[in-house]
């Protein structure tokens, strides 16, 4: 497979009913590719997650001390539907795509996502690059290296 676009809006609160959006319209929930994402569901949308689901999701921080973590999940249309969870109460959504090899149309072809993840989750601001990894917080949003596109400011803590 060829390299992928990553698309990420920045989502100021993690709210159940912005995560169910997320999944009901960008991931293939019959077949996710990660069955974490129903512990996830139900820690995090539905709120009655057990200790188990808990377990399941600690998988997946980057590091047990960290409370930032990010889901891979097939996406319906997209390649990849990426949930992650940040460090400083902020989720970042994102979508990964073939990346066109043409740079003037894989920058139009990111700010098209960008602008609808924007719209539809009434996301401050988005960014956009090539095999570009979630940001886990805010400096991270900030400072990385491999974004080709930045729209928007995300909101002071």
């Known amino acids: 497979m060829s ?5 990420y809006v920045w989502i ?5 009913e912005t995560f169910m959006r997320f999944i009901e319209s960008y991931v293939n929930a019959a077949d996710p590719g990660d069955d974490r994402l129903h512990a996830f569901t139900r820690l995090h949308v539905m709120r009655s997650g057990s200790e188990a689901d808990a377990e399941e999701i600690n ?9 930032a973590f990010s889901l891979y999940l097939r996406g319906r249309e997209h390649y990849q539907a990426i949930i992650t969870v940040t460090r400083d109460g902020a989720a ?16 139009a072809q ?15 601001a988005g960014i956009a690059g090539v095999e570009l990894p979630p940001p886990r917080d805010r400096v991270e949003w900030r ?3 491999q974004v080709e596109l930045r729209v928007g400011v995300i909101p002071a803590p």
Do not use: K, M, N
């Not at 390299?3 to 698309?7: A, G, R, T």
């Not at 100021?12 to 159940?16: D, F, G, H, K, M």
């Not at 970042?92 to 920058?107: H, K, M, Q, T, Y």
């Open 3 to 7: 390299p992928c676009l990553d698309v």
């Open 12 to 16: 100021s609160e993690r709210r159940p």
């Open 59 to 67: 998988e997946l921080r980057f590091d047990p001390a960290d409370d």
């Open 92 to 107: 970042v959504l994102g979508l990964s795509i073939e990346a066109p090899d043409d740079r003037p149309e894989r920058l």
């Open 143 to 145: 400072e990385e290296e």
């Open 110 to 124: 990111a700010t098209r996502l960008v602008e609808q993840l924007r719209r539809q989750f009434s996301a401050p």
